[in-house]
């Protein structure tokens, strides 16, 4: 039987509320500089909710491994 998403909920990394699978996106981030690792081989996912502007513009503002770990831990700048 194959998987059936529809009934899963996610939980957006900007907001973090519970959200369908429907209204889940996610902004893949190459944190590799980060490891000195090449580009590619490391990134960081970020889950936001697609209906909602500002969740959507925080999560696509990240490109450094400190972005993402910014905002997973909920420390984002009002101006963002
Ligand atoms: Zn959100």
Redesign the pocket.
């Known amino acids: 039987m194959p998987l059936d998403w529809s009934g899963f909920t996610w939980k957006?990394d900007?907001?973090k509320?519970e959200?369908p699978d429907a209204q889940i996106s996610v902004h893949t981030v190459d944190i590799s500089a980060a490891y000195h690792a090449p580009p590619g081989s490391s990134q960081c996912n970020l889950k936001?909710?697609n209906d909602?502007p500002e969740?959507r513009r925080t999560a696509c503002s990240a490109a450094t491994l400190r972005d993402c770990l910014d905002i997973m831990n909920g420390n984002v700048p009002a101006s963002a």
């Open positions: 957006c900007v907001c509320r959200r936001y909710c909602t969740c």
